[in-house]
């Protein structure tokens, strides 16, 4: 199981952006699809992107496409989430999760960070 540790919350004005970072341990990351979801308060958590092992593939939740990329690099062992022209719906915690798979949607494995804080305001 990989162990995965979110960065890069914060306060952010709307229009403006983040780029939320993912640092994982273990020898199966760079085998590993990965995923960003968020959980608003009072919401259930929902998928926002997914990265393919190797770059091939990713996916996006409709309201952030053209507006978020998510990104890996395995020789860091890292996936990122970068984030641009944020709206106040955006704010949430958001989780990295690993060990999932795509098919016609995601379906999360069972490796999840303790997640970072998104805040927008208006």
């Known amino acids: 199981q990989v162990q995965l540790v979110e960065s890069g919350g914060g306060l952010v004005q709307a229009g403006g952006s983040l780029r939320l970072s993912c640092a994982a341990s273990g020898r199966s990351f760079s085998t590993n699809a990965m995923a960003w979801f968020r959980q608003a308060p009072g919401k259930e958590r929902e998928f926002v992107a997914y990265v393919s092992w190797n770059s091939g593939n990713t996916d996006y939740e409709d309201s952030v496409k053209g507006r978020f990329t998510i990104s890996r690099d395995n020789a860091r062992n890292t996936v990122y989430l970068r984030m641009n022209i944020l709206h106040p719906e955006d704010a949430a915690v958001y989780y990295c999760?690993?060990?999932?798979?795509?098919?016609?949607?995601?379906?999360?494995?069972?490796?999840w960070g303790q997640g970072t804080q998104v805040t927008v305001s208006s």
């Open positions: 999760t690993a060990g999932g798979a795509f098919t016609t949607a995601y379906r999360p494995g069972p490796s």
